[in-house]
């Protein structure tokens, strides 16, 4: 019978069983915790954070604790342990199990192994691992910095609004420039449209007073001070004088109304001959050598006590459009020339 039995035992000794080899090798208790996690799930290096451990059936006899004394609480390189507080709370598969709160900040990326942690009576806590993440950490995995974000405008905008802005300046620059250009040259167009402009009224005027000289029972004296009044106030306008207060006398002083004539080199043209003594004769007509001897003889038609006749009226009526066909003419060669 012993040597029947010989070679079953030979055989276990050479070749044990697998569960056996597996319990042998192992070395390692079961944790005695049955569930951890991180708050927030993602820790950073330098972030302050949670890990909470649930602890299993066999610490239900602790009493709850908070440990925050810098002096009690364990030390590490890796990492500082800010609190430690055990709890009880009802989880999931246990009645009753008690639960480790642990506030730290890790300073080290990866893996990172927590110090013995005390718990009451003496025991304490050992094996506790977090996976500490970094923005710095090689691999795909490692955080990047993300893409420039999109302009909030449509693309062409910056070049838009740049062409914008420059043609706003150049309109403001051209305006400017206008204005001063149109004050120096339109200056003188827009005076003598004004003066051609005082000119037809006043014939309009002329022509109105003869109408009112041709119908019976006219009164010449009033027709004589409408004269004088509507005269005096074209010549104000006209030379910019205040013809309204002058006397006959004071009219002899007063230029020539006539536009100058260029001066133009040639025989028959210039200043110095003929030509240019008649032209000057010719302007010097429509200033004092006219208007003196028309004002004295229209004072003297309303103030000499005389009663005026129908052919004294129209003659003056003749003067005023003479002197105002005679105007225009020199005008409208001004402006040929």
Not at 227 to 240: N, P, Q, W
Request: charged share 20%.
């Amino acid at each position: 019978m012993k040597f029947r039995s010989l070679p079953l035992l030979l055989f276990l000794l050479l070749f044990p069983f697998p569960w056996t080899e597996a319990q042998e090798g192992s070395g390692q208790p079961y944790p005695p915790w049955t569930e951890t996690y991180l708050i927030p799930e993602l820790v950073y290096v330098g972030d302050r954070a949670r890990l909470a451990v649930q602890l299993g059936s066999e610490f239900a006899g602790i009493s709850p604790f908070t440990l925050e004394d810098p002096a009690k609480l364990p030390r590490q390189k890796e990492i500082r342990i800010h609190r430690l507080e055990l709890d009880y709370r009802r989880g999931n598969r246990e009645a009753e199990s008690p639960l480790l709160l642990v506030d730290f900040t890790p300073y080290s990326p990866g893996l990172l192994e927590f110090p013995p942690l005390p718990l009451p009576g003496g025991a304490e806590l050992e094996g506790l691992q977090a996976e500490i993440a970094s923005i710095l950490g090689p691999g795909e995995e490692a955080l990047v910095l993300s893409p420039p974000a999109l302009p909030l405008a449509a693309p062409g905008t910056t070049p838009l609004i740049l062409a914008t802005v420059v043609g706003i300046l150049l309109l403001l620059l051209g305006g400017i420039g206008g204005t001063f250009w149109a004050r120096r040259n339109l200056g003188g167009f827009l005076e003598t449209r004004r003066k051609r402009r005082l000119v037809a009224l006043m014939g309009k005027a002329e022509r109105r007073l003869r109408q009112r000289l041709s119908e019976g029972g006219a009164d010449y004296q009033a027709i004589l001070g409408l004269v004088s009044a509507e005269f005096r106030s074209f010549l104000g306008s006209f030379t910019g004088y205040n013809c309204l207060a002058m006397s006959a006398g004071e009219f002899f002083a007063l230029p020539s109304l006539a536009p100058p004539k260029p001066a133009v080199s040639g025989a028959g043209n210039s200043v110095e001959d003929g030509g240019g003594k008649a032209a000057g004769e010719a302007q010097a007509e429509l200033g004092g050598a006219c208007l003196g001897p028309f004002f004295r003889n229209l004072d003297r038609l309303r103030y000499s006590g005389e009663k005026p006749e129908n052919a004294d009226v129209t003659g003056v009526l003749d003067g005023l459009r003479n002197f105002t066909g005679s105007l225009g003419r020199a005008m409208r060669e001004r402006k040929g020339a």
